[in-house]
């Protein structure tokens, strides 16, 4: 079973996943493949949805006074969450590079649509957020579509929801969700730039594990797994 | 660029993303193999994370106590929802398997706690919902991993939020965010369970792309990508 994958298409999608990084510069000038953006696009439509709803569009961007106002409420966003944070930490957050709005040739919102095939979706009913829980899982197919085609993907997240409804007219039912910068880049970082910077740690992966109930660590029925667990090595 | 992925690589990462289905029934009895496991989990937690905080946890289950109530809330809040839809779509909604909580080995609730590092979390100060779109990504890539491994993993969203507080111990200031059962199976669907029972259709992939602001299905700037989205051809 799992004998569908061939070894190297296994490795192909671990690989995705374990180099995939947050780009925010070093985009080259090179435009992106449309027929590679299709094949990405496609990728993120094909994510799971709560109620097969798709409930995700995507608006692709290249027009520059588009991109410049978006980069103001980044700007504005930034200089507001200046405050919310002391001394030493502060200078080094300043100093980091945040977004490559206007670096990236595309930029894609990704909205979600409530209204889309509703009201009445199945598995909806009892957590509405589901239906933004499936946008998220459209984004990171995108990701790691763009990953294995050498494109960079920027989450930019420091910015008004509201100033993204009004510059891409977006109706008030509308969410966006996450607005991406995608491009070529030369390379992958191989850390995270944050990891890089020593601003927080990778996470060991048996801190992150509970088992049977939160906060429980130690189960004799999941013995042979807290061992593997333990000795996992940190791929990125 | 993007050449340090092979074709066969890319289409592994490709194939993951076309042939992911939610599966609720057809788990076979095999256990799941612990270091599989391991690496699927390991796969969520390289999850793309808001200012790399890592928010999510994991926990395990296949306690047969803590899943028959979790159960019971599913059968709760499905018979709830019941009477939100009418006929004759009510009695086709009824008959839908939407779960397999006691017939898959593993059961793994996806938590989402804010406090990690916090408060001040780079990139979470506008728009404090990114924390959770995080753990969305990190379920998206167990799913990938999964579905890769020949395990099947199915996301229950008619539940109680409160019940599975109650019943995994979590505290307060932590939320579910993903309910999911994985475990063998014989062999993947080729479509969405509800794309097949014709619930609802497969949008095409020009019905859900725009350009440069919302409803924008025009724009000479973006012609061969037009072209190219409209003879896209469905994957699954």
């Known amino acids: 079973m799992g004998g569908d994958f061939t070894r190297e298409e296994k490795d192909g999608l671990y690989k995705a996943i374990f180099s995939r990084r947050d780009v925010r510069s070093h985009y080259t000038s090179r435009p992106i493949d449309e027929e590679i953006l299709t094949r990405i696009l496609n990728a993120a439509h094909h ?3 709560v109620g097969f709803s798709q409930p995700w569009n995507f608006i692709l961007i290249k027009n520059n006074e588009i991109k410049k106002k978006i980069k103001e409420s980044f700007e504005q966003e930034k200089k507001l969450s200046e405050d919310m944070i002391e001394e ?3 200078s080094k957050y300043v100093s980091f590079k945040l977004e490559g709005i206007l670096d990236a040739p595309v930029n894609v919102c ?3 649509d409530p209204s889309k095939f509703g009201p009445f979706i199945i598995g909806r009913t009892s957590i509405p957020e589901t239906g933004i829980y499936s946008v998220c899982c459209a984004v990171q197919n995108l990701w790691l579509a763009a990953r294995t085609e050498g494109i960079g993907v920027g989450w930019v997240s420091i910015i ?3 100033v993204l409804k009004k510059v891409l007219n977006l109706p008030d039912h509308v969410t966006p969700i996450a607005y ?3 491009g070529y880049v030369e390379k992958f ?3 995270p730039d944050l990891q890089t910077a020593k601003w927080l740690p990778r996470l060991d992966l048996k801190d992150v594990i509970y088992y049977e109930k939160w906060n429980q660590k130690q189960n004799s029925d999941w013995y ?3 061992e593997l667990i ?3 090595r940190d791929y990125a």
């Open 88 to 90: 030493p930490r502060r």
């Open 47 to 49: 994510a799971p949805s």
């Open 110 to 112: 990704v909205t979600y």
């Open 180 to 182: 991406l910068c995608l």
């Open 224 to 226: 042979k797994i807290q």
């Open 160 to 162: 008004s929801n509201d």
């Open 230 to 232: 333990k000795t996992n």
């Open 189 to 191: 970082a191989e850390k």
